[in-house]
């Protein structure tokens, strides 16, 4: 996914959460306000043609399949990343390599998807990638059983702005490379 497409599905979701009130807590105390019906239509809309057009465009890319690796998380130290760089995170409400992100939880965490087997890259255990299917047919690659996301909200590859952010009923985390969560300071 393009930087200009990550900015658009950030700016989505954004909207989308603001609009449709989702619930969602990343610690900080805010009220929804109220708006009319056809901007959360219009809202809803954009967000599933975005979420569809980078989905598309992720499993046309990957063909050969998803590429996870592991690069530098900063302060986190080394984390999984997608081959550009692109940090990928687990949701703790997943018990099972079963995604329970869906819907406009998957506009804000998008999942890692692949239309081929997933690839170790420099870091990564072959062992420990997998894939299980999405509701709606699409293969999420996993790393020890966690189904990969990204985060809208990232911008540009070793960005971590989503790292325990409770969002969607549970809190979201890096990977290291033995496919634990890694939480901060």
Request: neutral net charge; proline residues 3%.
């Given at each position: 996914?393009?930087?200009?497409?990550?900015a658009a599905?950030?700016?989505?979701?954004?909207?989308?959460?603001?609009?449709?009130?989702?619930?969602?807590?990343?610690?900080?105390?805010?009220?929804?306000?109220?708006?009319?019906?056809?901007?959360?239509?219009?809202?809803?809309?954009?967000?599933?043609?975005?979420?569809?057009?980078?989905?598309?465009?992720?499993?046309?890319?990957?063909?050969?399949?998803?590429t996870v690796?592991?690069?530098?998380?900063?302060?986190?130290?080394?984390?999984l990343?997608?081959?550009?760089?692109?940090?990928?995170?687990?949701?703790e409400?997943?018990?099972?390599?079963?995604?329970?992100?869906?819907?406009?939880?998957?506009?804000?965490?998008?999942?890692?998807?692949?239309?081929?087997?997933p690839?170790?890259?420099?870091?990564?255990?072959?062992?420990?990638?997998?894939?299980?299917?999405?509701s709606?047919?699409?293969?999420?690659?996993?790393?020890?059983?966690?189904?990969?996301?990204?985060?809208?909200?990232?911008?540009?590859?070793?960005?971590?702005?989503?790292?325990?952010?409770?969002?969607?009923?549970?809190?979201?985390?890096?990977?290291?490379?033995?496919?634990?969560?890694v939480?901060?300071?």
């Amino acid at each position: 996914m393009t930087r200009t497409a990550q900015a658009a599905v950030a700016v989505v979701a954004a909207v989308l959460l603001a609009v449709t009130g989702s619930g969602c807590s990343n610690g900080s105390s805010s009220k929804a306000t109220s708006t009319p019906s056809t901007t959360t239509a219009t809202a809803t809309a954009t967000a599933t043609a975005t979420v569809t057009a980078t989905a598309s465009a992720s499993a046309t890319a990957t063909a050969a399949g998803a590429t996870v690796a592991v690069g530098s998380g900063g302060k986190l130290g080394s984390i999984l990343v997608d081959d550009k760089g692109r940090t990928l995170y687990l949701f703790e409400a997943d018990t099972s390599t079963k995604s329970t992100c869906s819907g406009s939880c998957a506009v804000a965490w998008p999942p890692l998807l692949t239309s081929g087997a997933p690839k170790a890259g420099t870091g990564a255990k072959a062992d420990l990638l997998g894939t299980t299917a999405r509701s709606k047919g699409a293969t999420e690659v996993t790393y020890n059983g966690h189904p990969l996301y990204y985060y809208a909200g990232d911008t540009t590859a070793g960005d971590t702005t989503g790292e325990e952010l409770n969002q969607f009923g549970a809190k979201w985390y890096v990977l290291n490379a033995a496919g634990d969560k890694v939480e901060g300071d």
